[in-house]
C-alpha cells in the first residue's frame, strides 16, 4: 500500500518511492518529488490557473511514455480542474494550484506542459513561446545565435524575452504578452520565424521538414496554437537524465560555446533559483507585458 502523507492538510499517496526512473544518473521517484517539493516555490507561479497536460512516464523514460490531458482517473476530489474548450468539444482539465496538487500530480511522475493562456480567458495568450530545435549536428550552440536574433527583432517590437532550457537538446524564448487572440500570435510568431529563416537561411527553418532539418535550428512558432501547449519552466524532462527545462540568463546563453554549459539537471536547479531567484517572474508581472505591433 502506498505511503500516505500530509501535505498542506491534503493526503497525498506517494508510491515506488525507491524506484529508479532515470537508470543512468540512478535517481529515483523519491528524488522526483523531492526535486519537485524542492522547486515549488518557483514552478508553481507557472503552472497556477493554466490547464495542465501531463507527460507521463511511469516506468522511466525508457518505458511507456504518454500525454494525458483529460483528468486522470483516480484523481483525488480536492485536486481544482476546470473545463475547457477545445476544437473535439469541452474537457475537464487539472489545474496545479498549489503544493499539494504538485505532489499528486508528480507522484503519477509527469512533464507538465502548458498552454500560452489561462483558464479565464481560453484562447487569450498571455505569453509568446519560441521552441528553438537544432537538427543534429547543430545544437544549443546554433541555438544561441538564433536566440540572439529573436530577441533583438522581439523588442524592437517592444517585447522583452527571456529564454530557458528545453531540457532536451535546444531552447525557449519566452515572453510576456497583453492577452490577445492566440491567432493573432501564431500569425506574428509565424512572421518572426519566417524573417530569421530569411536573415539567416544557411541556420534557420521555420517548417518542420524533416529533409531539411540536419545542421539547422527550426523555430517552432506554432506552440502559440490556443490548442498546443509548451513543457512548463522548471519541470523535468522524460530524457536519459533528469533534465530540467530550466530558465537562463542572457549572459549564459550569449557565452555558450559548448552544449553542456546550457544542460541542467535536477540537482543544479535548486541552488540556481536561490542564486538568481525566478529569471522567468517577469512574465508573471503584468508590467513586463508587451503589446503586439
Not at 68 to 86: F, H, L, S
Request: net charge positive; with cysteine.
Amino acid at each position: 500500500m502506498a505511503p500516505i502523507t500530509e501535505v498542506e492538510g491534503r493526503r497525498v499517496a506517494l508510491s515506488n518511492l525507491h524506484k529508479v526512473l532515470y537508470p543512468v544518473a540512478r535517481f529515483t521517484k523519491g528524488e522526483v518529488l523531492h526535486y519537485y517539493a524542492t522547486i515549488a516555490g518557483a514552478l508553481l507561479p507557472h503552472l497556477r490557473d493554466r490547464p495542465v497536460s501531463f507527460l507521463r512516464y511511469p516506468d522511466g523514460p525508457d518505458g511507456q511514455v504518454f500525454f494525458v490531458k483529460n483528468v486522470p482517473a483516480g484523481t483525488p476530489e480536492w485536486v481544482t480542474t476546470a473545463q475547457v474548450p477545445r476544437s473535439e468539444g469541452p474537457a475537464r482539465m487539472v489545474l496545479v494550484q498549489d503544493l499539494a496538487s504538485l505532489m499528486w500530480a508528480a507522484n503519477l511522475v509527469t512533464e507538465f506542459h502548458t498552454p500560452q493562456w489561462t483558464v479565464a480567458a481560453p484562447g487569450q495568450a498571455d505569453r509568446i513561446v519560441f521552441d528553438l530545435d537544432p537538427g543534429p549536428p547543430a545544437s544549443v550552440v546554433e541555438c544561441r545565435e538564433v536566440a540572439l536574433w529573436l530577441r533583438e527583432r522581439l523588442a524592437a517590437d517592444g517585447i522583452e524575452a527571456y529564454a530557458k532550457t528545453s531540457g532536451s537538446k535546444g531552447l525557449h524564448l519566452l515572453a510576456a504578452l497583453r492577452p490577445v487572440s492566440s491567432e493573432r500570435v501564431s500569425e506574428y510568431a509565424k512572421g518572426l520565424a519566417v524573417a530569421a529563416e530569411r536573415a539567416m537561411p544557411r541556420l534557420v527553418l521555420h517548417r518542420m521538414t524533416r529533409s531539411l532539418r540536419p545542421g539547422k535550428v527550426f523555430v517552432d512558432w506554432s506552440q502559440n496554437a490556443a490548442r498546443k501547449t509548451t513543457a512548463a519552466p522548471y519541470t523535468l524532462r522524460a530524457r536519459a537524465e533528469p533534465t530540467v527545462s530550466a530558465p537562463v540568463t542572457w549572459a549564459e546563453v550569449e557565452e555558450c560555446r559548448m552544449p553542456e554549459q546550457l544542460a541542467f539537471r535536477a540537482d543544479d536547479v535548486a541552488a540556481r533559483v536561490q542564486a538568481h531567484g525566478d529569471l522567468l517572474a517577469p512574465l508573471l508581472d503584468r508590467r513586463h507585458a508587451g503589446r503586439l505591433p
